[in-house]
């Protein structure tokens, strides 16, 4: 924390008017600084006779020039505070006073005060790591301290110095920080050469950021550069048709490496003004001489680069090459501009423009009247030939570029393509090996299949049901089953099947059936034999035929025997039912849910009946279910049973419409007479639950046989087993 | 490589062998029948020279001799700790350039420490050529300046020393410059002092 190192009375404004000073502002609080510099500014309008100097002007109107540009930014600055400033006052004013005009400097000192983007210290804390990584935090440390105080001296002063002493004074900062270097603790063991990187280091990062302030460091206002700058691309373009020959260095257009060269040469010099420190533009020139050199053939001396480089530029016309030059001999570091390898090749830079700019027909050593004749002529006829070869070169070199990226791309993709064979490797692999691993776990412990117990349950249920429902009527039915069966054995297995078919229709939970059928030969047969009422050894023997033949042929097996226990066996949820009129399946809540409506208005004309069916239709009764199990509770003990198990059947399976066409037409003829809706949605559910191809066709079968006769004594016993007593009575 | 104790210029008509020389130094190589032969760069040339066992780095920058240039070649005077004008003893006129070099020299840089060189001497010493730089008035000549060699690039005769020579002169000199500059460093400091703010 700054502030806490500093005494507070240096904190306050020098006119002593109690608020917070800053440096920035000369020692003064905001208000008395801009106070201050407007009568500055006042003074300085009345001494200059020029309001607003132009570049041209001479050394001495610099000094106003430069100031007053940049006192216009700060000014900018400055009333872009003081919104910022009344906004605050604007948030505070609501607290009291005296904390608002604290908290109001506070806020408008941190605005106005120039700050230095964290982006700068950021960027150097981390290439220092990068370069340095050996070197200690102190001297990172302090190589951002100096970079910092660095730049900020720099804009302090650049709109009260002149270039060339902003210059001096920047010169003098290197120096300061290499005499740092040489007297603090921090640096003792630093050699001569990590000195020389770190001031580099310090230059490059000061002056990037400088850089991109406009018009402070580079081509500063007050200076020529850029109407040079202008002039000099000019005056390139209009020797475009200098060739070698004039120049006498030893370039051979026809050479491919040559032109390469060249064009290395000039991409590098082009290349110099996209860099942001001196540094790095000197660095840039180096390598392009370095390839002059080369195009001069080795080794080269100074005679040979000269002319070359010369050349080179003339080739090159870099922008802004003025402005970068004298950026690069204002603000880089001096000791390295005078002796280093780089400084050499700048010098030389300089003196090929220099040369360029004063170029007449005897340093080119030509008759006069041909060079005016050249330079009369227009920018473009001349130099094509060069041009030519460069603009060639250019697009070999894209296309060599090119190819480097498809071979890239090629590489890219062989990898890809290994990596994909490798997978692919790997998961065969891994197939084969888990197969062999579940081989092994197969042959260690083999599978034995065991007959499947169901004797215990069975039992259970047998008991159960027995309590549940009439003695009476079950013995009734086992007889009535008896007989037939014993009928059906002696006559053949189709009336066989007829016969159970009918039972089948009639009794009313389709599903169990289904449940019947599905069921694996073995437990049909396992039940078979337990069943006692099953005494007679015919039925045992004609089970295990039907199940040979088909597997329709099962379920006529088991009718005869018992349809009770079919029931009882296939699943709990049927026999739950019984005593408490619960119902699981989905298909009877549909009914029960049209049903409670239609047995209100059963007596009412057929349309409203119409309307339901309908609604019926629709209902989805798996969604329902909430809403099902109360209305079941409800049900069997409503006083309209009779019409529940017409109902009961026909619904959950058939395909609606057609049956919905059939119901509407007889309601409509019929006057709803409750046995006329039994019949019908017999008839229905009989073909219905059951996949229809097949049943169909044994159902007609039957029809014309034994249909008549067993039908109707069945269905009577069956219908009212199930579920309710009362219904068998009235039948 | 990049850093430079001192900076040596090179100055001199064309063809009086200045490149000669500098390869001469730095490669220890003269090869008369392929002059240009391994050495890329020879414009500049660094190399590291021992004064009581102290390390120096010097640049030696090569100039363009060519006459058209000449107008340009003051700005590699700029900070040259020496200068070494060559002069061809055959050659006259090489002899006459000499004085405008030094002139020139002495207007950009004046703490520059200058010596005379003369080359080929090993074609003089075989009279295969007429001298025609008269020995007395170069001595005279070489009075007021830091030092007078006739070297032979061919032979390496001299080279060594002239170079070494002009590196003990600089060395020598360079404590008191030290000195100086940090005196001068420290009056700076006190004429402003500088609140150095602390930006963590």
């Given amino acids: 924390m700054p502030s806490l190192r500093i005494d507070q009375s240096d904190l306050k404004c020098k006119n002593g008017c109690d608020y917070f000073g800053n440096p920035q502002w000369q020692g003064y609080c905001s208000k008395c600084h801009r106070e201050q510099l407007q009568r500055q500014r006042r003074a300085e309008k009345a001494s200059s006779t020029l309001p607003k100097p132009e570049q041209k002007k001479p050394e001495k109107s610099f000094k106003v020039t430069s100031h007053s540009s940049f006192s216009k930014f700060e000014e900018k600055r400055l009333r872009q505070s003081e919104t910022l400033k009344k906004a605050n006052l604007l948030k505070f004013s609501v607290f009291k006073k005296s904390s608002t005009e604290d908290h109001d400097h506070v806020a408008e000192k941190k605005q106005a005060e120039f700050k230095i983007p964290a982006i700068v210290n950021e960027g150097m804390k981390r290439d220092f790591r990068l370069r340095f990584p050996n070197l200690t935090p102190h001297i990172d440390r302090d190589s951002r301290l100096f970079a910092h105080s660095f730049i900020m001296d720099v804009i302090k002063h650049s709109n009260i110095l002149t270039v060339d002493e902003l210059s001096e004074r920047v010169q003098r900062q290197y120096q300061l920080f290499m005499k740092h270097m040489d007297t603090s603790p921090h640096f003792v063991n630093v050699d001569s050469d990590t000195k020389e990187l770190l001031i580099d280091f310090v230059e490059k990062h000061s002056m990037k950021y400088l850089h991109e302030l406009p018009s402070v460091v580079f081509s500063p206002t007050g200076t020529d550069d850029e109407r040079l700058d202008r002039v000099m691309s000019e005056r390139i373009q209009q020797l475009s048709w200098v060739c070698e020959t004039h120049l006498e260095c030893k370039l051979d257009r026809n050479s491919a490496s040559c032109r390469q060269l060249l064009y290395k040469a000039i991409s590098e010099l082009l290349g110099m003004d996209a860099a942001l420190s001196p540094g790095g533009k000197v660095a840039r020139v180096r390598r392009a001489c370095k390839h002059v050199l080369a195009l001069c053939g080795a080794p080269a001396s100074a005679d040979d680069l000269l002319p070359a480089l010369i050349f080179t530029v003339l080739k090159a016309n870099p922008p802004r090459l003025v402005s970068n030059i004298n950026f690069v001999t204002r603000f880089c570091n001096a000791q390295r501009l005078m002796t280093g390898e780089g400084g050499y090749y700048f010098t030389n830079l300089c003196c090929a423009v220099q040369f360029i700019e004063n170029l007449t027909s005897e340093s080119l050593n030509m008759d006069k009247k041909e060079f005016d004749c050249y330079m009369a002529m227009p920018a473009s006829i001349g130099g094509s030939a060069w041009a030519a070869a460069l603009s060639l070169c250019g697009a070999s070199r894209e296309a060599e570029e090119q190819m480097l990226q498809v071979e890239k791309l090629i590489a890219h993709t062989k990898d890809l393509k290994d990596k994909a064979d490798q997978l692919a490797n790997n998961a065969e692999t891994f197939e084969k090996e888990i197969a062999k691993k579940v081989q092994d776990v197969l042959a260690k412990t083999p599978l034995e299949i065991k007959p499947r117990r169901e004797l215990p349950r069975l039992g259970s249920l047998k008991t159960s049901t027995s309590l549940l429902v009439d003695i009476d009527a079950e013995k009734i039915l086992i007889e009535k089953s008896l007989q037939e069966s014993t009928q059906l054995g002696s006559t053949e297995s189709k009336d066989n099947n007829s016969a159970e078919n009918f039972a089948v229709e009639i009794e009313i939970p389709k599903i169990k059936m289904d449940n019947i059928k599905n069921q694996p030969a073995t437990s049909f047969q396992e039940e078979i034999d337990q069943n006692r009422f099953t005494d007679t050894p015919k039925i045992q023997h004609e089970p295990i035929i039907t199940f040979s033949q088909t597997p329709e042929e099962k379920s006529p097996s088991k009718s005869p025997i018992n349809p009770w226990e079919l029931k009882q066996t296939n699943s709990l949820e049927l026999l739950t039912p019984s005593p408490l009129g619960f119902t699981p399946f989905d298909s009877r809540s549909i009914d029960e849910l049209m049903t409670p409506d239609d047995f209100g208005s059963d007596q009412v004309p057929g349309l409203s009946n119409v309307n339901y069916d309908i609604d019926l239709s629709d209902l989805s009764g798996d969604n329902s279910l909430a809403e099902d199990t109360p209305r079941d509770q409800k049900d069997p003990f409503s006083p309209e049973p009779k019409k529940l198990y017409p109902f009961e059947p026909r619904n959950p399976f058939s395909p609606i419409l057609d049956k919905f066409d059939e119901f509407t037409l007889i309601d409509t003829k019929t006057d709803q007479p409750s046995d006329a809706f039994e019949v019908v949605h017999r008839a229905s559910s009989s073909r219905d639950p059951f996949s229809r191809d097949i049943n169909d066709s044994f159902t007609m079968e039957k029809d014309g046989s034994l249909l008549d006769d067993s039908n109707s004594p069945t269905s009577t016993c069956l219908l009212p087993s199930p579920l309710l007593p009362q219904s068998s009575k009235p039948n | ?200």
Wanted: charged share 25%; net charge negative; proline share 2%.
């Fill in chain 2, 1 to 200: 490589m990049s850093r430079c104790d001192f900076k040596i210029v090179l100055l001199g008509s064309e063809h009086v062998g200045k490149t000669s020389l500098v390869i001469r130094f730095v490669n220890c190589r003269f090869n008369a029948s392929t002059p240009y032969q391994n050495t890329i760069g020879a414009a500049f040339c660094a190399k590291t020279i021992y004064v009581n066992g102290k390390p120096f780095n010097v640049g030696i920058w090569d100039t363009a001799g060519s006459e058209r240039y000449e107008a340009m070649t003051r700005m590699y005077y700029r900070g040259a700790h020496a200068a070494i004008i060559c002069y061809d003893p055959c050659c006259l006129e090489s002899w006459t350039r000499l004085r405008h070099w030094l002139q020139e020299l002495r207007t950009v840089e004046e703490e520059c420490k200058v010596y005379l060189c003369g080359t080929k001497k090993d074609l003089v010493d075989s009279n295969e050529v007429q001298r025609e730089v008269p020995e007395d008035i170069v001595h005279t000549y070489s009075q007021g300046l830091h030092g007078h060699f006739l070297t032979s690039s061919k032979t390496g005769e001299n080279v060594e020393e002239l170079f070494q020579k002009i590196v003990e002169d600089c060395a020598a000199d360079i404590n008191v410059m030290k000195n100086v500059e940090e005196l001068r460093v420290q009056l700076q400091k006190e004429d402003e002092k500088k609140k150095v703010y602390c930006f963590c």
